[in-house]
């Protein structure tokens, strides 16, 4: 057999977890052995990515309990097998994975703790920015306050949750058990970011949620209070989100501020 | 082939013993990273490591490189693998003789192949466009194995022996790799100690491993067991001085342990050494 035939024959008797009849078997020596050899690739390779899902999704393991999460990384790894060589990137489309299945579509606050699992991690070593003093803005006249536009950090990430994500995931995370599911059909909205080398998380606002999704998309100051004042139907004052605006420098979220033309 | 200088006793870095590391100045010769584990945008990875070079000498391993696989190179992670090579000066740059993938799939495992002249070939002539890209000898390791295949034409010992020579690289040589795949096949783990062209080997690795079925599981999750120190000293006699550091990957003891265990190499040597001075004398 070919070596590239081989090899193709090989790995597919380990996606397919077929031992005792993987036609690979006639090409390797030692016949009273060779399926127990074989044996150790196809266990090693499940062991090791669902120790990966594991290791990314400790909360959502917490919530769905063992043996339902074992359910969850044997069905991932069958539709997912992965591609990149670096299994940091492995776990990353579990939450869309989960979103996009049949099976795992319902669990609605095991996807959004999945999201907010994953996007801890993906802060955890984003693309490096030194935060900025907020004392950075006393190099702009006030007058050009409503001309402000502000860089944030590579890390920062903001999604819309389920209610009841953020008290779930704190359970799950404490090994407590979980709050029963919020009855209020209000979404949960999320940041995450990280600081130096730590990772954090809260909740904001539906009016701070606004405002930091307009400013990470580059809009000015001035803008932003324009448009907060149109979407929400009453005013965001320019205080309100001087407030919001200090709160991001003191997160460590701002990297850049320019005054736009 | 220019081979490297010895650089002592090493441990594979581990983000767990980071902070005990820098806070007592760990008496490590040298560190070996996991090259992909660094692969990122940046965040703390790329901060302990930069604290980790500053003290010691770095060797990075990757376990991506599938040299023998079938489907092209992948020179976008080659690429990263030259950037972080840049950006930290490893004293060598090392993977193994083995494949992880084909079909565009990365099983994160180091998959076996048969010993036959078709896959020298093939391993030797990418062996050959990864040193052209990187610009530098590339130190290829070899693996343990669970399977063995029909029709092999020529031993392990051999086949790393003339990729070598034909490829003009540099060996990694995992004792305790030759250990299991020697319990695994019914062979004699020395013959693969005796073949391997000394003047190429520039690391050995040192490891622990499982019995499980009648079968030895190269785990890296336990203390190197008293076969693997014999054979550590019988490769020591035969190789003479090379780096040699100890794989922990699970089931981390206190550093302290690893220490140990780098002492008690340090002390073999020393023994051998003595001995070959008494011998001269």
């Known amino acids: 057999m070919k070596l590239a035939d081989l090899q193709a024959a090989f790995q597919a008797a380990i996606l397919s977890g077929e031992t005792k009849d993987a036609p690979i078997l006639g090409s390797l020596a030692a016949p009273d052995q060779r399926a127990q050899g074989l044996s150790v690739y196809v266990n090693a390779y499940r062991i090791r990515l669902g120790e990966f899902l594991a290791e990314d999704y400790p909360a959502v393991k917490a919530l769905l309990?063992?043996?339902?999460?074992?359910?969850?990384?044997?069905?991932?790894?069958?539709?997912?097998?992965?591609?990149?060589?670096?299994?940091?990137?492995?776990?990353?489309?579990?939450?869309?994975?989960?979103?996009?299945?049949?099976?795992?579509c319902g669990y609605l606050r095991e996807i959004s703790v999945a999201t907010l699992e994953r996007a801890l991690t993906d802060a955890h070593d984003a693309a490096d920015a030194e935060p900025l003093a907020i004392e950075a803005l006393a190099?702009?006249?006030?007058?050009?306050?409503?001309?402000?536009?502000?860089?944030?950090?590579?890390?920062?990430?903001?999604?819309?949750?389920?209610?009841?994500?953020?008290?779930?995931?704190?359970?799950?995370?404490?090994?407590?058990?979980?709050?029963?599911?919020?009855?209020?059909?209000?979404?949960?909205?999320?940041?995450?970011?990280?600081?130096?080398?730590?990772?954090?998380?809260?909740r904001l606002e539906a009016d701070e949620y606004l405002a930091l999704n307009e400013a990470r998309a580059g809009r000015s100051f001035g803008d932003i209070c324009e448009l907060a004042a149109f979407q929400q139907q009453d005013a965001l004052s320019p205080e309100r989100l001087a407030q919001f605006l200090v709160t991001w420098f003191a997160d460590g979220l701002v990297v850049g501020v320019s005054a736009e033309d | 082939?220019?081979?490297?200088?010895?650089?002592?006793?090493?441990?594979?870095?581990?983000?767990?013993?980071?902070?005990?590391?820098?806070?007592?100045?760990?008496?490590?010769?040298?560190?070996?990273?996991?090259?992909?584990?660094?692969?990122?945008?940046?965040?703390?990875?790329?901060?302990?490591?930069?604290?980790?070079?500053?003290?010691?000498?770095?060797?990075?391993?990757?376990?991506?490189?599938?040299?023998?696989?079938?489907?092209?190179?992948?020179?976008?992670?080659?690429?990263?693998?030259?950037?972080?090579?840049?950006?930290?000066e490893p004293a060598w740059v090392s993977d193994h003789l083995a494949w992880t993938g084909v079909h565009g799939l990365n099983l994160h495992d180091l998959l076996p192949i048969p010993f036959t002249q078709e896959a020298l070939d093939h391993v030797v002539a990418r062996i050959c466009r990864v040193q052209d890209f990187l610009k530098r000898p590339l130190v290829v390791e070899n693996v343990s194995s669970y399977v063995s295949f029909a029709g092999q034409e020529m031993p392990e010992c051999a086949f790393l022996a003339e990729m070598a020579r034909r490829a003009d690289c540099l060996l990694l040589l995992d004792v305790n790799n030759s250990f299991v795949c020697a319990a695994n096949h019914g062979v004699d783990p020395r013959a693969l100690i005796d073949a391997v062209p000394a003047e190429r080997v520039v690391q050995l690795h040192m490891a622990g491993h499982v019995e499980r079925d009648g079968r030895c599981i190269d785990t890296h999750d336990q203390p190197i067991c008293?076969?693997?120190?014999?054979?550590?000293?019988?490769?020591?006699?035969?190789?003479?001085?090379?780096?040699?550091?100890?794989?922990?990957?699970?089931?981390?003891?206190?550093?302290?342990?690893?220490?140990?265990?780098?002492?008690?190499?340090?002390?073999?040597?020393?023994?051998?050494?003595?001995?070959?001075?008494?011998?001269?004398?």
């Open chain 1, 65 to 104: 309990g063992a043996g339902r999460f074992a359910e969850l990384i044997e069905d991932y790894i069958a539709a997912e097998p992965p591609k990149s060589r670096n299994a940091r990137w492995f776990s990353s489309r579990l939450p869309q994975f989960m979103r996009e299945s049949e099976d795992w």
């Open chain 1, 139 to 202: 190099a702009f006249d006030p007058q050009d306050w409503p001309r402000l536009a502000f860089a944030f950090h590579p890390s920062v990430a903001l999604f819309t949750a389920e209610a009841g994500t953020l008290a779930a995931f704190a359970a799950a995370s404490a090994g407590e058990a979980p709050p029963p599911p919020a009855e209020e059909d209000a979404s949960e909205k999320i940041a995450v970011w990280r600081c130096g080398p730590e990772t954090f998380y809260r």
């Open chain 2, 1 to 88: 082939m220019q081979k490297p200088a010895p650089l002592g006793y090493g441990l594979g870095f581990r983000p767990i013993y980071f902070e005990e590391i820098v806070a007592t100045r760990a008496p490590v010769d040298w560190f070996e990273i996991i090259s992909e584990n660094y692969l990122v945008p940046g965040g703390r990875p790329k901060a302990m490591l930069e604290r980790i070079r500053a003290d010691y000498p770095i060797v990075m391993h990757g376990v991506s490189l599938s040299l023998a696989s079938c489907d092209p190179l992948d020179y976008d992670y080659l690429r990263d693998l030259k950037a972080l090579m840049d950006r930290i």
């Open chain 2, 226 to 281: 008293e076969d693997v120190w014999a054979l550590y000293e019988y490769t020591r006699r035969r190789l003479g001085p090379v780096s040699a550091m100890i794989e922990r990957d699970d089931n981390f003891p206190p550093l302290s342990e690893l220490l140990a265990e780098l002492d008690r190499m340090r002390a073999i040597d020393a023994a051998i050494a003595a001995e070959d001075v008494g011998s001269v004398s």
